[in-house]
């Protein structure tokens, strides 16, 4: 099975930080690589899809990057309502599965 | 607008049974393949159950399989996850979660609903 290795696991930052976060798989995934934002009591929300790809409606301070093993999630410039726990997320076809990090709990300094 | 409801959650004993279903609106539900996504309190997201759009097959985490059977009516627009022998370890929030757009259930889940939770205690 493909391993998801999350860093940090929290995080505080302040108003217009630049935030970087980690995923690395333990074998190579390609870019078949997702992030997600999760606020408290809420459900998953898709931000970054195939490791680099923006979801409709979601702001440009989120980008993401890398493939293969390593993997970046950015925000560019910290706003309060990012406030939110973020996941990474991997999935294979054979079998079909989904495989997510162990997240990242970002707080506002 | 894409709607998942989920419903069924509530406390139940240790070895008893669980049926959950999950209500879908605003997509043609029989085209798409849904996953159940669940989240012990304080932890993270585990994926725990999938299933393509026309129920012919099923796949399972390891930690559910021989427990849990996902199905689905779409004649209902309706996902459903049965539960059985539930230990405490089951004690989670289950989503409902398919892709919409570009994205799909197997690859990338982009549609959550609320979650129902369920919780496993005498």
């Known amino acids: 099975d493909i391993r998801m290795t999350q860093s940090p696991s929290s995080l505080s930052a302040s108003v217009g930080d630049r935030v970087t976060i980690t995923c690395q798989a333990s074998q190579d995934i390609s870019n078949n690589l997702n992030w997600y934002q999760q606020k408290l009591g809420k459900a998953p929300k898709l931000l970054i899809y195939?490791?680099?790809n923006l979801e409709t409606g979601v702001p440009s301070r989120f980008s993401g990057s890398g493939s293969g093993t390593d993997f970046t999630f950015t925000i560019s410039s910290l706003q309060p309502e990012d406030i939110a726990t973020y996941y990474c997320?991997?999935?294979?076809?054979?079998?079909?599965?989904?495989?997510f990090g162990q997240g990242t709990r970002l707080e506002i300094k | 607008e894409v709607q998942l409801v989920e419903s069924g959650g509530r406390q139940v004993m240790p070895g008893g049974s669980l049926r959950l279903s999950c209500a879908a609106s605003g997509f043609i539900f029989g085209t798409y393949s849904m996953n159940w996504v669940r989240q012990a309190p304080g932890k993270g997201l585990e994926w725990a159950a999938s299933?393509?759009?026309?129920?012919?097959?099923?796949n399972y985490a390891d930690s559910v399989k021989g427990r849990f059977a996902i199905s689905r009516d779409n004649a209902e627009n309706s996902l459903y996850l049965q539960m059985n022998s539930l230990t405490a370890e089951d004690t989670a929030v289950y989503y409902c979660?398919?892709?919409?757009?570009?994205?799909?259930?197997?690859?990338?889940?982009?549609?959550w609903g609320q979650g129902t939770l369920v919780i496993v205690s005498a």
């Open positions: 195939e490791a680099s």
């Open positions: 299933i393509t759009s026309s129920g012919t097959y099923m």
């Open positions: 979660a398919t892709g919409i757009g570009y994205c799909d259930a197997a690859t990338c889940p982009s549609a």
């Open positions: 997320q991997q999935y294979d076809h054979i079998p079909p599965r989904i495989t």
